[in-house]
């Protein structure tokens, strides 16, 4: 029902920021405020670990410990897009990020989540 597309991904230095975009069509007559969405990111060797989250109306947002303060979730549901904005990166933070999406209410629960993207490489150099 929803095809996902991250972008934005790249190299940056430790201390510098991206802004990550994903993209969804919609193939169902729900509107995209009907799903809630979320990041996820994977580093070598690691699980799949949860990020932030954003309710469809944007008025909920949920962010793991570690990119609280750092990283933003934001969406623009007229242009089908949710969005991670990521200031003073660290080398912990290098990984594949993804977008999913589930329908209804946000959660940080990563099985929940039954549409992904392909995922969008973060590389910080130090």
């Known amino acids: 029902q929803v095809q996902l597309v991250e972008s934005g991904g790249g190299l940056v230095q430790a201390g510098g920021s991206l802004r990550l975009s994903c993209a969804a069509s919609?193939?169902?007559?729900?509107?995209?405020?009907?799903?809630?969405a979320g990041w996820f990111r994977q580093a070598p060797g690691k699980e799949r670990e949860f990020v932030a989250a954003?309710?469809?109306?944007?008025?909920?947002?949920y962010y793991t410990d570690s990119v609280k303060g750092r990283f933003t979730i934001s969406r623009d549901n007229a242009k089908n897009t949710v969005y991670l904005q990521m200031n003073s990166l660290k080398p912990e933070d290098m990984a594949v990020y993804y977008c999913?999406?589930?329908?209804?209410?946000?959660?940080?629960?990563?099985?929940?989540?039954?549409?992904w993207g392909q995922g969008t490489q973060v590389t910080v150099a130090s």
């Open positions: 919609l193939r169902t007559f729900s509107t995209y405020a009907a799903y809630a």
């Open positions: 999913a999406v589930k329908f209804g209410y946000a959660t940080m629960a990563i099985v929940e989540y039954g549409y």
């Open positions: 954003i309710s469809g109306s944007g008025g909920t947002t």
